[in-house]
């Protein structure tokens, strides 16, 4: 399985890192050409109205929309949640996403970088372990289409959530050094949808 | 659930989050909007930007709190704001007012001449300026969550960048190739704790995001300080001296994002119209030498 990163802006090499650990061939995507190669993408942390821009400067949005319509798993962590939602609150006016997964969004829902913070939260993978969440000026998710699973959420506020084979974190597991959450994505997510694929 | 704030994770992963992107000097919300719109990751939200502190000379501080909070209502991307060197009541002020980083400045008149902030004492994180890698281990060690290599700011003199950017590069390529028991003097050398030169030997690289800073006008200068081994780049006086500061902005976004493809650099290069006009550096009196201060 090839799994991409989207490598516009953000913190790409935690999440290359993190699919190594994980036994994955990493594949960094800025070009259409290298959008082609891969089976799955991860969208990673950054600041969402930057990644979307160049996404369509550099002329892959539209590519990268069309592949998760045809059926491609993704992941997007924290910018990558925004970029995965259909839709956007307290965007940046003309905010674009990718969207494909029902749910509603806030930006910087949090706080700003001041509230930014790290806690020990349930994640509904079968293990009943915390797992070590990182926020940083984090979205959560304000409204959940039909066929969305909420995978984790803080003060009651969903943060993880999945529809099928995409899935979005308010967090970055990327930062931890737990590979947990990229372990999912691989084996519970990307794999069984590209077996059926198959 | 206990959620902590203020974690070196939370400050330094804040840092990670900017990588690959460029941080833009505004002094107003229209400017702002035009830096945001561009695909800035950031603004750094100050008074004047460094070419003006330097033609009007004069002491340079903090800004005033209301033009921050505007620009802070401007936008939806982090906003940053600066303060003196050692001045702990300015970052405490921009603490209170939720800016998202803090920098730490020389471009700033410092007001304290032997001491920086100890920024441990903050929830926001900070960005300093370093010369080497013996200063950017020191701000680090005060708790400094990003570096940034110092530059000659207010020139668009891309030189002094590039010298500390070779300067920090070569000294931590230096640390990886020595023995273990060489550490030691070489943290006497650096005058930097023991801890964090051995840490640098081990990983070949700095424990928080480095981004460079001062005196970068031009796409090719942007992606020339990414092909250096910067994480990002800060842009001050570059973009709003310039003749088109809309497009000058999104083309240099675009080149540090492809710094490593030349032709990509040659699209966003064409028809910017006039760069920000510049200062060589070396006809720069020594006291009035920015990159010097701080220590």
Same mark, same amino acid.
């Given at each position: 399985?090839?799994?991409?990163? &989207?490598? &516009?802006?953000? #913190?790409?090499?935690?999440?290359?890192?993190?699919?190594?650990?994980?036994?994955?061939?990493?594949? /960094?995507?800025?070009? /259409?050409?290298?959008?082609?190669?891969? #089976?799955? &993408?991860?969208?990673?942390?950054?600041? /969402?109205?930057?990644? +979307?821009?160049?996404?369509?400067?550099?002329?892959?949005?539209?590519?990268?929309?069309?592949?998760?319509?045809?059926?491609?798993?993704?992941?997007?962590?924290?910018?990558?949640?925004?970029?995965?939602? %259909?839709?956007?609150?307290?965007?940046?006016?003309?905010?674009?996403?990718?969207?494909?997964? #029902?749910?509603?969004?806030?930006? %910087?829902?949090?706080?700003?970088?001041? #509230?930014?913070?790290?806690?020990?939260?349930?994640?509904?993978?079968?293990?009943?372990?915390?797992?070590?969440?990182?926020?940083?000026?984090?979205?959560?998710?304000?409204?959940?289409?039909?066929?969305?699973?909420?995978?984790? +959420?803080?003060?009651?506020?969903?943060?993880?959530?999945?529809?099928?084979?995409?899935? +979005?974190?308010?967090?970055?597991?990327?930062?931890?050094?737990?590979?947990?959450?990229?372990?999912?994505?691989?084996?519970?997510?990307?794999?069984?949808?590209?077996?059926?694929?198959? | 659930?206990?959620?902590?704030?203020?974690?070196?994770?939370?400050?330094?992963?804040?840092?990670?989050?900017?990588?690959?992107?460029?941080?833009?000097?505004?002094?107003?919300?229209?400017?702002?909007?035009?830096?945001?719109?561009?695909?800035?990751?950031?603004?750094?939200?100050?008074?004047?930007?460094?070419?003006?502190?330097?033609?009007?000379? !004069?002491?340079?501080?903090?800004?005033?709190?209301?033009?921050?909070?505007?620009?802070?209502?401007?936008?939806?991307?982090?906003?940053?704001?600066?303060?003196?060197?050692?001045?702990?009541?300015?970052?405490?002020?921009?603490?209170?007012?939720?800016?998202?980083?803090?920098?730490?400045?020389?471009?700033?008149?410092?007001?304290?001449?032997?001491?920086?902030?100890?920024?441990?004492?903050?929830?926001?994180?900070?960005?300093?300026?370093?010369?080497? $890698? !013996?200063?950017?281990? *020191?701000?680090?060690?005060?708790?400094?969550?990003?570096?940034?290599?110092?530059?000659?700011?207010?020139?668009?003199?891309?030189?002094?960048?590039? =010298?500390?950017? *070779?300067?920090?590069?070569?000294?931590?390529? *230096?640390?990886?190739?020595?023995?273990?028991?060489?550490?030691?003097?070489?943290?006497?050398?650096?005058?930097? @704790?023991?801890?964090?030169?051995?840490?640098?030997?081990?990983?070949?690289?700095?424990?928080?995001?480095?981004?460079?800073?001062?005196?970068?006008?031009?796409?090719?200068?942007?992606?020339? =300080?990414?092909? =250096?081994?910067?994480?990002?780049?800060?842009?001050?006086?570059?973009?709003?001296?310039? !003749?088109?500061?809309?497009?000058?902005?999104?083309?240099?976004?675009?080149?540090?994002?492809?710094?490593?493809?030349?032709?990509?650099?040659?699209?966003?290069?064409?028809?910017?119209?006039?760069?920000?006009?510049?200062?060589?550096?070396?006809? $720069? @009196?020594?006291?009035?030498?920015?990159?010097?201060?701080?220590?």
């Amino acid at each position: 399985m090839k799994v991409g990163v &989207l490598a &516009l802006q953000g #913190d790409v090499r935690e999440h290359v890192s993190a699919l190594i650990a994980c036994g994955v061939t990493p594949i /960094s995507v800025r070009r /259409s050409a290298e959008l082609d190669q891969i #089976d799955a &993408l991860i969208l990673p942390g950054g600041e /969402s109205t930057t990644i +979307a821009q160049l996404s369509e400067v550099f002329g892959i949005y539209d590519q990268i929309k069309d592949r998760i319509v045809q059926g491609m798993p993704v992941y997007g962590s924290c910018a990558g949640m925004i970029l995965l939602a %259909n839709e956007i609150l307290d965007a940046k006016v003309g905010q674009k996403s990718f969207g494909g997964l #029902d749910i509603t969004v806030r930006r %910087n829902a949090f706080g700003r970088q001041v #509230d930014s913070f790290e806690s020990d939260i349930a994640f509904d993978d079968g293990s009943a372990d915390l797992i070590r969440a990182v926020f940083i000026r984090a979205p959560w998710v304000e409204r959940v289409g039909d066929g969305v699973q909420v995978l984790a +959420a803080v003060d009651k506020h969903p943060v993880a959530v999945r529809s099928q084979r995409l899935f +979005a974190t308010s967090f970055h597991p990327e930062l931890t050094g737990d590979h947990r959450i990229h372990r999912y994505f691989i084996e519970e997510v990307a794999r069984p949808a590209l077996e059926k694929v198959k | 659930m206990t959620e902590v704030t203020g974690t070196a994770r939370v400050k330094r992963g804040m840092a990670e989050m900017l990588k690959g992107g460029v941080i833009m000097d505004v002094v107003n919300a229209d400017q702002a909007k035009i830096a945001e719109d561009a695909g800035a990751v950031a603004v750094m939200a100050l008074e004047r930007v460094p070419a003006d502190i330097r033609a009007q000379g !004069g002491v340079a501080r903090m800004s005033d709190p209301d033009m921050i909070e505007k620009i802070q209502a401007a936008v939806s991307i982090p906003v940053m704001a600066k303060a003196r060197i050692g001045h702990f009541v300015e970052a405490q002020v921009l603490q209170s007012l939720g800016v998202d980083y803090i920098d730490e400045s020389e471009v700033l008149t410092p007001s304290d001449l032997e001491n920086h902030i100890d920024k441990w004492d903050f929830t926001i994180p900070f960005v300093c300026g370093a010369t080497n $890698l !013996g200063e950017a281990l *020191r701000r680090i060690n005060e708790g400094a969550a990003m570096i940034r290599s110092k530059g000659e700011a207010g020139t668009g003199d891309v030189s002094n960048a590039m =010298m500390h950017m *070779r300067k920090i590069g070569g000294e931590i390529r *230096r640390l990886s190739s020595m023995r273990e028991d060489e550490l030691y003097v070489a943290a006497k050398e650096l005058q930097a @704790p023991f801890a964090l030169v051995k840490e640098v030997a081990e990983t070949g690289k700095l424990p928080v995001v480095l981004f460079t800073a001062g005196g970068i006008a031009t796409p090719a200068d942007a992606a020339l =300080m990414m092909s =250096m081994g910067a994480d990002g780049v800060f842009i001050g006086s570059g973009i709003f001296k310039s !003749g088109n500061p809309a497009q000058r902005a999104a083309a240099c976004v675009k080149a540090t994002t492809f710094w490593d493809d030349p032709k990509v650099v040659a699209d966003a290069s064409r028809g910017l119209g006039e760069a920000m006009v510049g200062i060589n550096v070396a006809d $720069l @009196p020594a006291p009035h030498r920015l990159s010097e201060r701080g220590w």
